[in-house]
């Protein structure tokens, strides 16, 4: 079947950022994204500077692409109808509620987008799981398909993204691997060659795997829970290294170095964060639970827990290393963002130290290069409203946090400096111009491990593992 038409349901980091490299590089194909945020929608269409998401490189890409055959819009019922592929993008949180609270993916969303899908199709449509998904899933989005009553055949893939944000458009031009999970009937396989010839305009077809439907959403989880262990694995011997004398940087090294075991994703951090890897881990256990393999869930519920752990020491080493008292103290966070290099800030680890820090009576500044002042007061708010805090006490508390448009008035008179994310421009700041603005002795913590070590240092650097 040549596809001419697709649609994406969810314009987010992950629905705009690949669609608009699937119109770069299929120009004959028609994408039109649609979400029911109109403000979201309005800002894909707006301008190149200030599109809803920070990606280096995806306005380039979508200059190019948008008007001629990449579309933003929030006629979701039209662009369904038209397409004969359609993605599902949209967010599958953390449940919050009922059954598997705090472990099980909300698949609201998913079920929703399903079944405006079966109500909006008068032709045959292919229908993508992108949003990372309980194994299994694509049984029940067949399900409520099926309610279609117009005679449509619906073939449900999964085609799971392992693009990394900051690097986003990097990672979808030269993709590792691209996974196709479908079923193995003459239609099945029919779905699996349309998506597969698509990705074949840039992927190399050695690139491209096939397999079931359950291989690949399960292979989505699995991979995120082994990148989020590695980070655990090292972040538990940082702990490790405090205390002996070692240092994590050289330990990473000298075992990142062992080719059978690699170098990536051995960074000492203050703790991972982002949309995907609590919450896949999550749903992991959960499913786990599911089947009643408790030492399975477990294990990989391990991973989170030294996540937690790793956020909660960092954040307890600043407050001894200002004497144990930081009431009505200063105390500056550079970087609020999950990582380097863009704007989101899912589950970042500042959200979770700077909490730490208000609770024992700071007063917290913030400077992040992307990330805007009402991001960082949400994120902060979302946290004390699940721990049921009150309109008024959040309130209060945020009074006491103070987001910054420039570095130096949020590190002048500060008692302490914490770098939470790696953006560059920290690496390059004259730290000892900085230090002589901060309260005296000035303490620096580097949650990121980006500060060289050095003896002509007027202040005093902690790092991570060291
Ligand atoms: C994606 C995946 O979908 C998620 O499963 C994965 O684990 C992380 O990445 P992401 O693109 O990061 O999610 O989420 P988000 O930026 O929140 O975008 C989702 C979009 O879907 C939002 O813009 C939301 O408005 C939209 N949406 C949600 C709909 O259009 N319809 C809905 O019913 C629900
Ligand atoms: C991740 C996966 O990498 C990607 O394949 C999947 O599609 C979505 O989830 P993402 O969450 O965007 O991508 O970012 P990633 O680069 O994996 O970083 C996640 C977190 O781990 C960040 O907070 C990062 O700072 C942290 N990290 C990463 C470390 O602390 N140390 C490392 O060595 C690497």
Same mark, same amino acid.
């Given at each position: 079947?040549?596809?001419?038409?697709?649609?994406?349901?969810?314009?987010?980091? $992950?629905?705009? #950022? %690949?669609?608009?490299v699937?119109?770069? /590089?299929?120009?004959?194909?028609?994408? @039109?994204? *649609?979400?029911?945020?109109?403000?979201?929608?309005?800002?894909?269409?707006?301008?190149?500077d200030?599109?809803?998401?920070?990606?280096?490189?995806?306005?380039?890409?979508?200059?190019?692409?948008?008007?001629?055959?990449?579309?933003?819009?929030?006629?979701?019922?039209?662009?369904?109808?038209?397409?004969?592929?359609?993605?599902?993008? $949209?967010?599958? #949180? %953390?449940?919050?509620?009922?059954?598997g /609270?705090?472990?099980?993916?909300?698949? @609201?969303? *998913?079920?929703?987008?399903?079944?405006?899908?079966?109500?909006?199709?008068?032709?045959?449509?292919?229908?993508?799981?992108?949003?990372?998904?309980?194994v299994?899933?694509?049984?029940?989005?067949?399900?409520?398909?099926?309610?279609?009553?117009?005679?449509?055949?619906?073939?449900?893939?999964?085609?799971?993204?392992?693009?990394?944000?900051?690097?986003?458009?990097?990672?979808?031009?030269?993709?590792?691997?691209?996974l196709?999970?479908?079923?193995?009937?003459?239609?099945?396989?029919?779905a699996?060659?349309?998506?597969?010839?698509i990705?074949?305009?840039?992927?190399?077809?050695?690139k491209?795997?096939?397999?079931?439907?359950?291989?690949?959403?399960?292979?989505k989880?699995?991979?995120?829970?082994?990148?989020?262990?590695?980070?655990?694995?090292?972040?538990?011997?940082?702990?490790?290294?405090?205390?002996?004398?070692?240092?994590?940087?050289?330990?990473?090294?000298?075992?990142?170095?062992?080719?059978?075991?690699?170098?990536?994703?051995?960074?000492?951090?203050?703790?991972?964060?982002?949309?995907?890897?609590?919450?896949?881990?999550?749903?992991?256990?959960?499913?786990?639970?599911?089947?009643s393999?408790?030492?399975?869930?477990?294990?990989?519920?391990?991973?989170?827990?030294?996540?937690?752990?790793?956020?909660?020491?960092?954040?307890?080493?600043?407050?001894?290393?200002?004497?144990?008292?930081?009431?009505?103290?200063?105390?500056t966070?550079?970087?609020?963002?999950?990582?380097?290099?863009?704007?989101?800030?899912?589950?970042?680890?500042?959200?979770?130290?700077?909490?730490?820090?208000?609770?024992?009576?700071?007063?917290?500044?913030?400077?992040?290069?992307?990330?805007?002042?009402?991001?960082i007061?949400?994120?902060?708010?979302?946290l004390?409203?699940?721990?049921?805090?009150?309109?008024?006490?959040?309130?209060?508390?945020?009074?006491?946090?103070i987001?910054?448009?420039?570095?130096?008035?949020?590190?002048?008179?500060?008692?302490?400096?914490?770098?939470?994310?790696?953006?560059d421009?920290?690496?390059?700041?004259?730290?000892?111009?900085?230090?002589?603005?901060?309260?005296?002795?000035?303490?620096?913590?580097?949650?990121?491990?980006?500060?060289?070590?050095?003896?002509?240092?007027?202040?005093n650097?902690?790092?991570?593992?060291?």
């Amino acid at each position: 079947m040549k596809i001419n038409n697709i649609c994406c349901i969810g314009a987010g980091y $992950v629905g705009g #950022p %690949t669609m608009a490299v699937i119109a770069l /590089k299929c120009p004959d194909i028609k994408v @039109t994204v *649609v979400d029911l945020n109109a403000d979201r929608i309005a800002a894909w269409n707006g301008p190149l500077d200030d599109l809803p998401i920070y990606e280096p490189g995806l306005a380039e890409v979508v200059q190019e692409a948008r008007g001629k055959n990449l579309f933003f819009s929030t006629d979701i019922d039209k662009a369904i109808d038209e397409a004969q592929m359609i993605f599902m993008a $949209v967010n599958t #949180p %953390t449940k919050t509620y009922g059954e598997g /609270k705090g472990f099980a993916a909300d698949l @609201t969303f *998913v079920e929703k987008c399903a079944r405006q899908i079966a109500e909006a199709s008068t032709t045959d449509k292919i229908v993508i799981e992108k949003s990372t998904l309980p194994v299994r899933t694509a049984e029940k989005i067949k399900e409520v398909l099926s309610s279609n009553t117009k005679g449509v055949n619906f073939e449900v893939l999964s085609n799971p993204e392992f693009l990394a944000e900051g690097t986003a458009i990097q990672d979808l031009f030269k993709s590792d691997r691209v996974l196709v999970g479908g079923d193995d009937t003459e239609s099945g396989k029919a779905a699996v060659a349309a998506l597969v010839s698509i990705y074949s305009n840039w992927i190399p077809k050695e690139k491209i795997l096939t397999t079931n439907v359950w291989s690949s959403e399960l292979s989505k989880l699995a991979s995120n829970a082994m990148l989020a262990q590695r980070i655990s694995s090292i972040n538990s011997l940082s702990a490790l290294c405090e205390k002996t004398g070692a240092d994590i940087e050289e330990v990473s090294q000298a075992i990142g170095m062992d080719s059978r075991i690699g170098s990536k994703f051995l960074k000492s951090s203050v703790g991972f964060g982002g949309s995907c890897f609590q919450k896949d881990i999550l749903n992991l256990v959960y499913l786990c639970r599911h089947y009643s393999l408790d030492e399975v869930a477990e294990y990989w519920h391990q991973v989170v827990k030294i996540n937690n752990y790793q956020k909660n020491r960092f954040t307890k080493r600043i407050i001894s290393g200002l004497n144990g008292t930081i009431n009505q103290k200063k105390i500056t966070l550079l970087g609020w963002a999950f990582k380097k290099d863009t704007n989101d800030t899912r589950e970042s680890a500042a959200i979770y130290v700077a909490d730490i820090l208000l609770e024992e009576g700071a007063e917290v500044h913030i400077f992040d290069p992307m990330v805007k002042e009402n991001r960082i007061r949400q994120d902060l708010t979302t946290l004390c409203e699940a721990r049921n805090e009150s309109k008024h006490e959040i309130s209060v508390k945020l009074k006491r946090c103070i987001v910054h448009q420039e570095n130096i008035g949020a590190l002048e008179n500060s008692f302490a400096a914490a770098i939470l994310t790696e953006w560059d421009e920290f690496k390059f700041y004259d730290w000892n111009a900085i230090a002589e603005k901060m309260v005296q002795p000035a303490k620096v913590f580097d949650g990121r491990n980006i500060i060289e070590n050095s003896l002509d240092y007027n202040f005093n650097l902690t790092k991570i593992g060291s």
